[in-house]
Nanobody
Framework: QVQLVESGGGLVQTGGSLRLSCAASGSIFSSNFMGWHRQAPGKQRELVAGITTGGTTKYADSVKGRFTISRDNAKNTVYLQMSSLKPEDTAVYYC?????????WGQGTQVTVSS
């Protein structure tokens, strides 16, 4: 079993920054993919950024140059540094871990960007 615990969400003004963290615990294998997805009201959940244990990253076009994903494999923790935040970044952000074709999700953390 795997548990994902997110932290770091909150309310920020346009142009501000936030850092999300997601700590994974349980049966974590040495090779996995961790990422952040978000879901705004009335919209589908979308991938924001992802990173493999080897450090290969992937970003949505809408956040390139503003968000940076990183991870600490020793702590099984992934981070999302969000800068130059915009009101359209407002959403619930979910941590995701994929290993051996099994998906795990966190409970979500709210990010609200005020204009």
């Amino acid at each position: 079993q795997v548990q994902l615990v997110e932290s770091g969400g909150g309310l920020v003004q346009t142009g501000g920054s936030l850092r999300l963290s997601c700590a994974a615990s349980g049966s974590i294998f040495s090779s996995n993919f961790m990422g952040w997805h978000r879901q705004a009201p009335g919209k589908q959940r979308e991938l924001v950024a992802g990173i493999t244990t080897g450090g290969t990253t992937k970003y949505a076009d809408s956040v390139k140059g503003r968000f940076t994903i990183s991870r600490d494999n020793a702590k099984n923790t992934v981070y999302l540094q969000m800068s130059s935040l915009k009101p359209e970044d407002t959403a619930v952000y979910y941590c995701r871990l994929i290993q051996r074709a099994v998906d795990y999700w966190g409970q979500g953390t709210q990010v609200t960007v005020s204009s």
